[in-house]
């Protein structure tokens, strides 16, 4: 049965994280063991990107919800799948998407492939610095590779948003560009300044979310 949580506007994020292919476990424990750790996770809490406090920054009359996804440094595209549709079951209708980085590749290829519920009436979808097909070749996205047919995706028009800077290091310009193609009557904001959106300042997007909501 659908659990309605409450009749506030509900918005839902998907953060990033990093793929590997099954024969790169020592890779992935590479890059483990070079992870920054903090002693005092209290202080560090205190510099929360922009997703942290993006419930606070809209007010009152918002829920903001941030699952961690499961294993997000080891990312498996199945697993993120299987709790996303948990957390789909939770929503009213007419509840907004965001996707970060692999957030907004795993968002692109789970619409693209299964749809949304019609009875959820999402308000919208917003990508931001989204993958690609890894225009990078540095980007490993092994299970969370896009479908070739990206039509269902694409039917959702105007309600798709993407935001890219043009100085992202980690997610090339190349990707912003490749998703223009695959959706040509979406909405596409372009930005200088933020790189990978790692930024405890993201004002412009909560102008988009409340645009969403405001028709």
């Not at 941030?66 to 997000?72: G, L, Q, Y």
């Not at 907004?104 to 789970?110: Q, V």
Request: proline share 5%; charged share 25%; net charge negative.
């Amino acid at each position: 049965m659908k659990q309605i949580l409450d009749s506030r506007k509900q918005v839902l994020v998907i953060h990033g994280g990093n793929a590997y292919s099954p024969d790169e476990h020592q890779k992935y424990l590479d890059d483990l063991a070079a992870s920054n750790v903090y002693l005092e996770y209290k202080d560090y809490q205190r510099s929360r990107k922009w997703k942290e406090t993006l419930g606070h920054n809209l007010g009152r009359g918002w829920i903001v919800c941030n699952p961690t996804m499961p294993s997000r440094d080891n990312a498996k595209y199945d697993a993120w799948k299987v709790w996303f549709e948990n957390h789909l079951e939770i929503l009213n209708p007419g509840a907004l998407l965001i996707g970060h980085s692999l957030g907004g590749i795993f968002l692109a290829k789970y619409i693209a492939e299964n749809g949304l519920p019609e009875e959820l009436e999402i308000r919208g979808v917003i990508l931001v610095a989204a993958t690609h097909h890894g225009e990078n070749p540095n980007a490993t996205l092994y299970s969370f590779e896009l479908p070739n047919d990206m039509s269902k995706l694409a039917a959702l028009g105007p309600k798709v948003t993407l935001m890219h800077s043009k100085d992202d290091e980690v997610v090339w310009w190349a990707d912003f560009e490749a998703y223009k193609q695959d959706l040509p009557n979406a909405t596409f904001k372009e930005f200088d300044h933020y790189g990978h959106f790692s930024v405890k300042e993201f004002p412009e997007i909560l102008e988009v979310i409340q645009n969403y909501f405001a028709h």
